[in-house]
């Protein structure tokens, strides 16, 4: 069938050209080349159908080798007119495949009109016309959106696939690099007849296909509204449904911007995200990973109530512990008393958690870590997600060759020491607790449709872990105790209560440095970089749960209440979104 076609193609170019040449005969033909007619990417839309990233309409240049006869000539024209180092175009040319000779090679994306005139005046120099992205909320969901950028040669030999040529955009970070086979399109082909006298003549000999359309779980406007309550802090912001996975927002900050990638980013951009110190390279809520805090209590919790070393009903005296030539005192400086597991989670009873992780060991801890989802990559479709560190005796004796001490356990009992997780796990366990013990995949996708109105290609459909091994009723009591630890008189969360609607989170705060650093000082007046990270998760509405949702804030210190004010914020909107006649959604 393809060789089919393609006789069909060169038949028709063949009589198409004879025909031309017949009519223009007495006009002397300078040349023909093939253009490529580059086909729009698909679009990538919001749940409701809402346009995240568009394209518009852009001019690039392109420039044949073969047809000029002193290509370094042509080189430094090309440098002045354009503007750029000469250095940066020649190492574009020999970047380029060498075969098939006389390829197009792309010389800049998105020139300026002005410019036209004086390019097309140089030997072998075309402009193409072609599409670039186009960002109208600017740099809303950088991070899970992505960017594209020009295919490099190892891309186009590893793809094996004969829709790349130099110079084309594929993508490369986030969901347009995941999801690049649906979203790239094929483009269509037209020769081109440059005759004197006359303006160029364009011959469409391929039909150009455009690329898919992607509709995300994500919902605009709770993502609108989680970038904005983060402002300009460092960190994550992750909403999802508890009882499907699907993700309704996910924000990184700082940004990344989107629209120094849509022509090719240079060089002088790239080094400064580089070095920036708030890393907005990172993609914070899958790739950051953070000490968890108070927010592992939930782990250690149904682990010391599933493997019975606990009743609900037991009670420690909060007094501090003695391990390892050290004290182990509460994060409350008077302590809190006889405390009971319910009184422990609302307030936030470090001394209980040690004298628990005592009773279950590290390794016990770690296993029950995995099985809510932790240490390990929650399969989200995003490249480069990381699995954070749950810490064994095993770990440990392969990292350092070094015995586990007893006081590291009292350490990860509370999220501290070596324990890792990123923003998406804790949402996910979080999710998972609300919903009653079903680990969900976090999803992106909802579906693929050809384009615009056309009938839905492909639906993506909820999938999960299954169901984490521990009871209900122990997971009844820590949403219980989440629920008070936002509303009752000696909770640790109170700043993220909500007038109108009950809600369920923990609080968290995690040290960066030794605590010898910072003890006594004003966290204000404490560096940037030794402040603690602020951490909160969240499930509403407390008596039926539909979401989570999971802030860190890098150095945001306070307690765990700058994370607590953002959830807010974010949960405000979700209720507000909720309460508004919106449109019914009826594919999964």
């Known amino acids: ?64 080798r073969l047809e000029a006869d002193n290509p370094a000539e042509v080189i430094k024209e090309l440098a002045g007119i354009l503007d750029e180092d000469i250095s940066v175009l020649l190492s574009r040319v020999q970047a380029a495949p060498p075969n098939p000779p006389g390829t197009p090679i792309l010389i800049v994306e998105n020139v300026s009109r002005d410019k036209e005139g004086r390019l097309l005046a140089l030997p072998g120099v075309h402009l193409v016309p072609s599409s670039v992205r186009d960002y109208p909320h600017g740099n809303l969901a950088s991070h899970l959106v992505g960017f594209v950028g020009e295919v490099a040669r190892k891309e186009i030999q590893e793809n094996h696939d004969a829709r790349y040529r130099a110079g084309d955009p594929i993508g490369k970070w986030g969901t347009e690099k995941t999801f690049e086979k649906e979203l790239k399109g094929k483009d269509g082909q037209a020769l081109m007849l ?106 250690t919790a149904l682990a010391a109530l599933s493997e019975g070393v606990i009743s609900p009903d037991a009670t420690f005296l909060c007094n501090g512990l003695d391990i390892d030539n050290r004290r182990y005192s509460c994060q409350k400086k008077d302590g809190h008393g006889s405390v009971d597991l319910h009184r422990a989670l609302t307030e936030s009873c470090d001394v209980y958690f040690y004298s628990v992780g005592q009773r279950l060991g590290i390794d016990t801890i770690a296993r029950y870590a995995d099985l809510l989802g932790l240490g390990r990559k929650t399969g989200i479709a995003l490249e480069h997600e990381k699995g954070g560190l749950i810490p064994t005796t095993v770990w440990k004796q392969q990292r350092f060759k070094e015995e586990w001490r007893e006081g590291e356990t009292l350490s990860a009992a509370i999220g501290q020491g070596y324990v890792l997780t990123t923003p998406l796990q804790i949402c996910r366990l979080t999710a ?80 960066v440095v030794h605590l010898a650093l910072v003890n006594g000082k004003n966290e204000k007046n404490l560096p940037y970089s030794y402040r603690d990270h602020s951490w909160f998760t969240s499930f509403a509405p407390a008596e039926q749960p539909e979401i989570a949702v999971t802030v860190l804030v890098e150095h945001g210190g306070g307690g765990g209440l700058v994370a607590e004010a953002i959830a807010r914020d974010v949960l405000k909107r979700f209720f507000e979104l909720k309460n508004e006649p919106r449109k019914k959604e009826t594919l999964p």
């Open 432 to 511: 998972a607790v609300a919903n009653g013990g079903t680990l969900y995949t976090p999803r992106l996708a909802r579906r693929i449709a050809a384009s615009e109105g056309k009938p839905v290609v492909k639906t993506f459909v909820p999938t999960n872990d299954g169901r984490i091994p521990v009871s209900t009723k122990a997971l009844a009591l820590i949403r219980k105790a989440m629920i008070e630890t936002t509303s009752s008189p000696g909770g640790n969360a109170k700043a993220a209560l909500l007038p109108a609607d009950t809600m369920g989170g923990m609080a968290g705060t995690t040290q």
């Open 1 to 64: 069938m393809y060789f089919k076609k393609q006789a069909l193609l060169i038949l028709t170019v063949i009589i198409t050209v004879t025909l031309l040449l017949a009519g223009l005969w007495h006009f002397k033909i300078f040349r023909i080349h093939s253009q490529k007619i580059a086909a729009p990417r698909g679009k990538i839309l919001d749940r409701s159908g809402r346009p995240i990233i568009t394209n518009r309409p852009t001019v690039n240049v392109v420039w044949n």
């Open 194 to 299: 440059d005759i004197a006298g006359l303006e160029p003549h364009r011959v469409q000999v391929q039909k150009l296909v455009p690329g898919k359309d992607l509709h995300l779980t994500i919902d605009l406007e709770l993502q609108r509204a989680a970038e904005d309550a983060m402002g300009d802090k460092a960190g994550a912001v992750v909403v999802m449904e508890v009882n499907s996975g699907n993700l309704l927002a996910m924000s990184s900050t700082p940004h990344l911007p989107l629209e120094e990638f849509a022509g090719g980013i240079s060089a002088s951009v790239w080094e400064r995200l580089i070095k920036d110190p708030l890393h907005p390279l990172l993609n914070k809520a899958i790739q950051g990973q953070y000490p968890p805090g108070s927010t592992f209590k939930i782990v």
